[in-house]
C-alpha cells in the first residue's frame, strides 16, 4: 500500500488505511499468540492500543539508514516505508526543469572537485572566495547560501538565461524574499506529512536561531529522506563545516522548508 500523503496518527477516518496498518502490524510484531497486543484488521478505529503497537514496532526498527525510529506512534513516511516497503513511499530523483537539472550537475561537480575552506575553518578558499563575491558578499563569511546562488547562477549562464534565484548570502533573508521572485514555499509540516512535494532541485532552509540558518539543495528524494548538496558543511550535518558535501538527511530536520524555483524557470 502506498504512503497516502499525511501522518496517519490516532482519530484517523480512512477504514482501509487502518485495516491495511493493522494486518502489517500483527504480521511485523508477530501478535498471533498475543491476544492482548493482536489488533482487530475489521475496527476502523486508530486507538490507542493501536498506537502503543505502532510505538512498539518504531522502537524495534530502524529508517534505512541504520537510525532509530522515532516512537511516537505516528506513522509519517520514514514508518511507512519500515512497514511498508521502500517502493510504497515517494521517490523523485529528475528535476522539474533543464535549469534545476544543470544546477545539481554543477553542485554534484562541485562535490566531486571536494571544495574544502583553505586555511581549515576560515570561510576562506579559492573556490569560497568565488562563491561568496557571485553573492555579492565579502569573502570571510558563512558562505552556504552563497554557494547555492553560485551553482544557480552557473546553470543559469550555461543556458543562456536569467538566475532566478534572490542574490543573496542569507538563508532567512533568501526565505524572506524568494516569493516575490515567483518562487514557491513548502513549509515544514506539508513537506513531513507529504514527502511528494519535495523535488529535485528545490532548496532548503534551515533556522537556527538568533537570525542564523542553514541551506542546501535536494538532490534526491526517498519518502522521508533526502539526499543534499551543501557547501559550509560536513559530515556533522552542522552549518559551519568546511567544504562542499553530498549528505542524508530526514526531511523533519528541515525546520524552515523548501523553495521551489521551478515555476519561474
Known sequence: MNYPGRLIKMGETDAATVKAIKIRLNEALATEND????????????????????????????????????SDGKIGSITWAVLFGAAAVPVSEAPASGLLAELLKIAAAEEAKQVREVPKDSNRGPEVDQYLLRAGVTPGLSWC??????????????????NPMVKTAGCLDHWRRAPAKGAKQILKQ?????????????????????????????EKVTGGMLTTIEG?????????????????R????????????????
Open 145 to 162: 547560501c552563497a554557494f547555492v546562488y553560485w551553482c544557480f547562477d552557473e546553470a543559469a549562464n550555461v543556458l543562456g538565461q536569467d
Open 250 to 265: 530526514k526531511i523533519g530536520e528541515i525546520n524552515k522548508g523548501f523553495i521551489d524555483y521551478s515555476g519561474v524557470v
Open 190 to 218: 506539508l513537506a513531513i506529512d507529504n514527502p511528494g512535494l519535495v523535488k529535485p532541485g528545490m532548496v532548503f532552509i534551515m533556522d537556527h536561531g538568533g537570525g542564523l540558518g542553514h541551506t542546501g539543495l535536494v
Open 35 to 70: 491476544p492482548k497486543l493482536r489488533l482487530d484488521p475489521t475496527d476502523p478505529n486508530f486507538g490507542p492500543k493501536m498506537k502503543q503497537a505502532v510505538k512498539l514496532f518504531q522502537s524495534r526498527n530502524v529508517d534505512s539508514n541504520g537510525n532509530p525510529l522515532n
Open 232 to 248: 559550509n558543511t560536513d559530515a556533522s550535518r552542522t552549518r559551519e563545516g568546511g567544504g562542499v558535501y553530498r549528505l542524508t
